[in-house]
Each structure stands twice: as structure tokens, then as C-alpha cells.
């Protein structure tokens, strides 16, 4: 009596447990590995050979479904909580009072480390003399970052110091003479500075980078006498199309969609003609033909997918140690060598419309010698182009300038 009482039981469990599978079926889509051995067990009417599977089918199909972050991240906007710490450091997420989401750091104290701006700073003015022996003019751009200069936006008790690292940084440039180009107060006296970057990922969106590029080719034309047609710049000869709810961006991905949103994301394409070859120097592609299919990748956007997607590398295709975008098009133009991270992916395909050639070099990612192959490329100019990320000026100036 009491084995029978038992099957039974186990049995009304499981059919109980089932119905619970059809649900999240219909919430996150698709059999998963759980509902399929429900539906075995009770038609073998055999709960025991669930039983010892049960545990990590459950576990696959919410890690598969990321429904654990969904969820979490649902709870702690319910809650109200502006900070999700995460194990991974850097990792943790901040809600900024715009309703934002921003990495933080908890181990810092918001302060600038002045001896790594010198030491950066050194290493840019040194690698400028290099160039300007040969007659190569250098120019550093810094990007704005997601935070405006001068606002509160952080939770309480917390602090960054990414301007103040910038300034800092901008200011030992002056002094030892190198050229530079700060992008911050053009992005803060135009529009509403939180629009210029997702809501849900660390980058600008495509329209930043595209305003980013009407401003720096007139500095180009303006400094050394680079001139961009002003049908190429005016978007009036761009047509634009909205992907909505297309965008979970890095941020975004370790708290769930519940938290803050998704964003949107938005696809450039020339109405004129254009015609580029884009190649990457380990030889994983080879792409000609006109703007959009080019340097730019359809195929990231062919489907939305927030947790495993990343539209974002839609302009560029991604990061790279050394890549080149040919316009066959501006044959005349200038061949432009760019050191850059991430938030060049979007800005790259628009700035090769303006060169002859542009090389992109990640130095994140890149083992060569970099005064050697500036050398081979033989370019008309070189720029940097980095946010105010302490952390990304690391990356990006750690490499030896001497020959």
C-alpha cells in the first residue's frame, strides 16, 4: 500500500512539475531537456528514471534559457536595488539615476592615478616623436565615456574617475606637446548626452559614432588637409532603419532584460554608391563589395538574440588585432593608420568612407612590432582613438616604442 501511495504521489508530482514545464516552454521557447523527461516518466509511468536525471535538466535548460538571470534581474528592479554585485570583478553593475545601467568598480576609490596618466602619457608623446621623424602627423581622440563630466549619476557611495583620469591625462599630452582631440564637449553641447549611448552596453550607439565622424572630418580637412565630401557626412544621403528591442549589450547580459530594458540599434546604409574591401591580416576574411556588405556584417543582426547575439559588432565585425578597409572609391584619399578598441567597431566603416585606406590596429590583441609595420603600411597619418577608461588606456599603451 504505502509503495503504491508513493508512485502515486511521485506521479502527481510530475505531472504537476510538467505543467510547470509547459510554461516556461511558452515563456522561453521550445522543449527543453526537463519537459521532455516529464513527458517519458509519465508515460512509462516510471518517475524513477526522471528522478536521477531531473536535477541536471533542470539546470540546462535555465542556463540555456538564462531564465536565472531573467528573473534575478526582475526581482532586484522590483526591489529597487542600483547596484548587482558580481563575482567576477569589474563585472558589477550600477543603475545610473537615467536609468542606465555602468560597470563599476568596488575595489576603488574614484581617484586618479596620476603616476599611470604620466607613464601612458609618456609612452603616447614618445611613439608621436617616432612618427614625426618620419613625417607622419599623430593626433589622440578621446571618446566620451557613458558618464558626462560634472554629473551625478551613480548610486551612493560610489565614484568614478574616468573624466578626471581623461583630463588629467589630456592635460600631460598639452605639456609634452602631443596633438589631441577631446570629443567630450562636442557630445555635450549636442542633444541629450545619455542618448548617445545604449542604455544596456559601455559603447555609443551607431549615431554617436556617426556624428563622431562628421565632427573629425572636418578636424581632419581643418588639421592636415583631408577633405570628406560633404555628400558623404550630410544624413540626409543615409537611410536608417531601427531594429527594436534588437540589443542586450554587456552590461545588460549579467543582469537580464527585466532590469533595465534592451535597446534598440540602428543600421546605416549609404545611399550612394560605395565600393570597399575589407580584409583582416590573419586571413579569417575577405569582404568587398559596397558599404553594408563589406564592413559591415548582416549576418550579425540576421535574428535577435539578447544573451548570445552581439549586434554591436554589426559595424566592423568585431575586434581585431590588425585589419584594412580598402576604398576603392577615394583612391586619392589618405591611408590612415587607427590603434583602437571596441568603440572603433562602429566608428571604423564610416571613417574609411573618408580615407584611401584605413588599418585598423587593436593592441589589446596585437603581438607585432608596431613601429615596424607602421613603417610597412607607409601612412599618411595615424590616430588613437580611446575612451576614458583607465583600464583601456592600459591596454592601449602597453607596448615598448622603442625601435
Not at 9 to 30: P, Q, R, S
Not at 164 to 174: G, I, M, P, S, V
Not at 210 to 221: K, M, N, V
Amino acid at each position: 500500500m504505502k509503495r503504491r501511495n508513493t508512485i502515486t504521489t511521485l506521479l502527481f508530482l510530475l505531472l504537476t512539475a510538467a505543467g510547470l514545464a509547459l510554461v516556461l516552454t511558452a515563456f522561453v521557447g521550445g522543449e527543453g531537456k526537463l519537459e521532455g523527461l516529464l513527458k517519458s516518466a509519465v508515460r512509462e509511468r516510471d518517475p524513477g528514471a526522471v528522478l536521477s536525471e531531473a536535477e541536471s535538466a533542470v539546470n540546462s535548460d535555465l542556463d540555456r534559457d538564462h531564465l536565472f538571470i531573467q528573473l534575478y534581474g526582475g526581482v532586484q528592479r522590483l526591489s529597487g536595488r542600483r547596484v548587482i554585485q558580481d563575482m567576477v570583478a569589474g563585472n558589477t553593475v550600477a543603475k545610473l539615476s537615467t536609468g542606465a545601467l555602468n560597470f563599476v568598480n568596488l575595489g576603488t576609490a574614484g581617484q586618479v592615478d596620476q603616476e599611470a596618466v604620466g607613464r601612458r602619457a609618456q609612452a603616447t608623446a614618445e611613439l608621436a616623436a617616432k612618427l614625426e621623424v618620419r613625417g607622419i602627423p599623430y593626433l589622440y581622440i578621446a571618446a566620451p565615456q557613458k558618464i558626462q563630466r560634472g554629473a551625478e549619476l551613480l548610486p551612493r557611495g560610489l565614484e568614478e574617475s574616468g573624466n578626471a583620469t581623461c583630463d588629467a591625462y589630456l592635460a600631460e599630452l598639452d605639456r609634452l606637446g602631443v596633438d589631441y582631440l577631446d570629443l567630450r564637449p562636442v557630445f555635450e553641447s549636442n542633444g541629450i548626452y545619455s542618448n548617445w549611448f545604449f542604455r544596456t552596453d559601455h559603447h555609443w550607439k551607431p549615431e554617436a559614432a556617426f556624428f563622431a565622424w562628421q565632427y573629425l572630418s572636418g578636424e581632419l580637412d581643418l588639421r592636415y588637409g583631408y577633405e570628406t565630401p560633404s555628400i558623404l557626412t550630410n544624413p540626409n544621403n543615409w537611410s536608417t532603419r531601427v531594429l527594436d528591442d534588437f540589443f542586450l549589450g554587456s552590461q545588460g547580459k549579467r543582469v537580464g532584460s527585466l532590469y533595465a530594458g534592451v535597446d534598440d540599434f540602428t543600421i546605416y546604409t549609404p545611399k550612394f554608391d560605395t565600393n570597399l574591401t575589407y580584409t583582416n591580416s590573419d586571413g579569417s576574411f575577405d569582404r568587398s563589395g559596397p558599404f553594408a556588405q563589406s564592413v559591415c556584417f548582416p549576418e550579425r543582426v540576421e535574428e535577435r538574440d539578447w544573451f548570445n547575439g552581439n549586434p554591436y559588432t554589426y559595424y566592423s565585425g568585431g575586434d581585431y588585432a590588425m585589419a584594412t578597409m580598402v576604398n576603392h572609391n577615394n583612391p586619392k584619399g589618405p591611408k590612415v593608420v587607427l590603434l583602437r578598441e571596441s568603440f572603433s567597431c562602429a566608428l571604423a566603416p564610416f571613417l574609411a568612407l573618408s580615407c584611401s585606406e584605413l588599418t585598423t590596429i587593436d593592441l589589446r590583441y596585437f603581438s607585432g612590432d608596431l613601429m615596424d609595420t607602421i613603417r610597412e603600411l607607409e601612412p599618411d597619418l595615424v590616430l588613437t582613438l580611446y575612451t576614458a577608461s583607465s583600464t583601456g588606456l592600459d591596454n592601449m599603451f602597453n607596448f615598448d616604442t622603442t625601435e
